[in-house]
């Protein structure tokens, strides 16, 4: 049993009507049929095929084929507003981004069983500590991915290559330096 997934047949729908058609299909086998019988040879039918297929493509340059998805499932960009969401397989695996990346819209979200992941962040509150190391950003409370509920404190500038960590203490970061 064949069953053609929505992005086959919406791939069929953008294709021209000369190659969806059977025609094209009934066409060639009758080609086939003269090179059976020794009236074409087999390099004069793919000339004539290649010949095709650059007309084709000549014809439809300025096309843009859009077929990964209908309208329908298309999920509008939470944060422009105007793109739409694409799954892309990242470095670190999968993820979806904006189709507007290129306009400037950098949302980017966690691809969870093949949908975007559009739960709430939780806003980043930074604590009243500064950074002991950068002395520009300051401390944030973070769970660790390892241990539920256990805590540490980053800074806030990790995006700008501080990469200081410490443990949390009785509710507070523990900034004591230890003697090596």
């Known amino acids: 049993k064949i069953k053609a997934t929505e992005k086959g047949i919406n791939l069929i729908k953008a294709l021209p009507p000369l190659l969806t058609q059977p025609d094209m299909t009934a066409l060639w086998f009758e080609k086939q049929k003269e090179i059976l ?25 300025g096309s843009k084929m859009q077929f990964n998805q209908t309208n329908d499932n298309k999920i509008s960009c939470p944060k422009c507003k105007e793109g739409y969401l694409r799954e892309i ?14 306009e400037g819209c950098d949302f980017k979200a966690k691809s969870i069983n093949g949908k975007p992941d559009l739960s709430e962040k939780k806003e980043i509150k930074p604590s009243e500590y500064s950074c002991p190391q950068c002395q520009k950003g300051f401390l944030v409370r973070r769970e660790s991915k390892n241990q539920k509920g256990s ?22 970061p523990k900034l ?3 003697a090596g």
């Open 37 to 61: 019988n020794g009236a074409l040879s087999k390099e004069e039918f793919l000339k004539e095929i290649d010949s095709f297929i650059l007309t084709l493509i000549n014809e439809n340059k």
């Open 89 to 102: 397989d990242g470095k670190f695996g999968k993820f979806f981004s904006c189709s507007h990346y290129k």
């Open 151 to 172: 805590f540490f404190y980053g800074c806030s500038e990790f995006k700008n290559g501080c990469r200081f960590l410490c443990p949390e203490e009785n509710g507070k």
């Open 176 to 178: 004591e330096n230890k």
